[in-house]
């Protein structure tokens, strides 16, 4: 079964609201862009990924929980946010029963989340030697 069918599998079996909220989650999120792939780890949490994660997803008894790997970094100008902001990396948005969250903003943020990730990318990029690189720092000999 690939990572999709897992997390079809899962919103399925949470025949509560959990299930919904879960659902209108991965459905904002995989509409934010449409290179987002999404992964199935740590035995049983949906993580959605484009150039590196950007957020796991879980359900617990009273709540469901999307986490942002780098949230700590992100802008979040409508506040989603409200947990872990103590944290110097992960941010999270716990979503009780009724909660609604706003679409615009959740994509909003999923997009500064792969931003963030695709400018991390190109910190790491391995440094093109030029002509000039090669010779800096050799004394040329001159007969």
């Known amino acids: 079964m690939n990572p999709s069918e897992q997390i079809d599998q899962l919103i399925a079996k949470l025949r509560d609201w959990r299930g919904k909220t879960l659902a209108s989650i991965r459905k904002s999120i995989l509409e934010a862009d449409r290179e987002i792939s999404e992964e199935w780890k740590w035995m049983g949490s949906p993580v959605w990924s484009r150039d590196g994660m950007i957020a796991v997803g879980n359900a617990h008894k009273e709540k469901v929980k999307l986490?942002?790997?780098?949230?700590?970094?992100?802008?979040?100008?409508?506040?989603?946010?409200?947990?872990?902001?103590?944290?110097?990396?992960?941010?999270?948005?716990?979503?009780?029963?009724?909660?609604?969250?706003?679409?615009?903003?959740?994509?909003?943020?999923?997009?500064?989340?792969?931003?963030?990730?695709?400018?991390?990318?190109?910190?790491?990029?391995?440094?093109?030697?030029?002509?000039?690189?090669?010779?800096?720092?050799?004394?040329?000999?001159?007969g």
């Open 67 to 142: 986490t942002f790997t780098h949230g700590a970094k992100l802008p979040d100008p409508d506040k989603l946010f409200n947990a872990g902001l103590g944290g110097n990396a992960w941010r999270a948005i716990d979503l009780f029963e009724g909660d609604k969250i706003n679409e615009r903003a959740l994509k909003n943020l999923v997009r500064a989340a792969i931003d963030y990730n695709q400018s991390k990318m190109k910190k790491k990029a391995p440094v093109k030697k030029t002509a000039a690189t090669r010779t800096k720092g050799t004394k040329s000999k001159k």
